[in-house]
């Protein structure tokens, strides 16, 4: 299993530009979620899923949008980049069955993304 | 509102010694807890969990102990290496039926020769 992938690892773009955060899991998890991580900083949730078709807002979505279409993949929309979006983004997924627990996250290895 | 934070920012070790990074968490109901390591330029990595009906877990040099009546979490590193240099944070995970983990912001291990 490659586990949970991310594309593309770097990236620079201009203020105002668009780009789509590419994020893909193999363990058939039904939960996945993007975070972002600023120098210093803990993780800070921006969207989630628990499952195809179903996504929710987390603590700091302005700006953002995200999809899941399918199990497998969970992409992060940035429609008009500005310069606070610059942060490492990291796509996570886990198992959770309603009301049992909810399984450990695991993540991908990141995009660094800085917009000028 | 609900928190897990680091007692310490910056942890140096001599290579050989045991490590000891500690974490406090505010929720008396969250169903378990997670380590992670995270090396630079890389994701959290899973280290070792352990369930808030246990006191204590142990992994490969690694032990982790729950003290559920001071809500306080701490990572045992036995003979810390080279390679265990990295920044480690708590995770708390919420009682079944909800989503949202609760990262601490982390706690950076230095290995000194």
């Known amino acids: 299993n490659a586990g949970v992938t991310q594309t593309p690892k770097f990236r620079i773009l201009k203020i105002g530009q668009s780009m789509t955060l590419q994020c893909a899991q193999d363990?058939?998890?039904?939960?996945m979620y993007w975070y972002r991580q600023d120098p210093g900083m803990g993780l800070k949730l921006i969207y989630y899923s628990v499952g195809a078709g179903i996504t929710d807002k987390g603590e700091v979505p302005n700006g953002y949008n995200v999809s899941r279409s399918t199990t497998e993949d969970f992409p992060l929309r940035l429609e008009l980049a500005a310069p606070s979006q610059t942060s490492v983004y990291f796509c996570?997924?886990?198992?959770?069955?309603?009301?049992?627990?909810?399984?450990?996250?695991?993540f991908g290895p990141g995009t660094r993304l800085t917009v000028l | 509102g609900e928190s897990v934070g680091l007692h310490l920012p910056t942890l140096s070790v001599q290579e050989g010694d045991n490590s000891i990074i500690n974490c406090a968490y505010s929720n008396s109901a969250s169903d378990y807890f997670i380590w992670y390591k995270q090396e630079s330029g890389k994701g959290p990595q899973f280290i070792i969990d352990?369930?808030?009906?246990?006191d204590k877990r142990q992994g490969q040099r690694v032990t982790v102990l729950l003290n559920k009546t001071v809500k306080h979490l701490s990572l045992q590193i036995a003979a810390t290496q080279p390679g265990d240099s990295a920044v480690y944070f708590c995770?708390?995970?919420?009682?079944?039926?909800?989503?949202?983990?609760?990262f601490g912001t982390g706690t950076r291990l230095k290995v000194l020769a």
């Open positions: 352990i369930r808030s009906n246990m």
């Open positions: 363990m058939n998890h039904n939960y």
């Open positions: 995770a708390e995970v919420p009682p079944p039926g909800t989503y949202k983990y609760i």
């Open positions: 996570a997924s886990s198992w959770a069955s309603g009301l049992k627990h909810t399984d450990t996250q695991y």
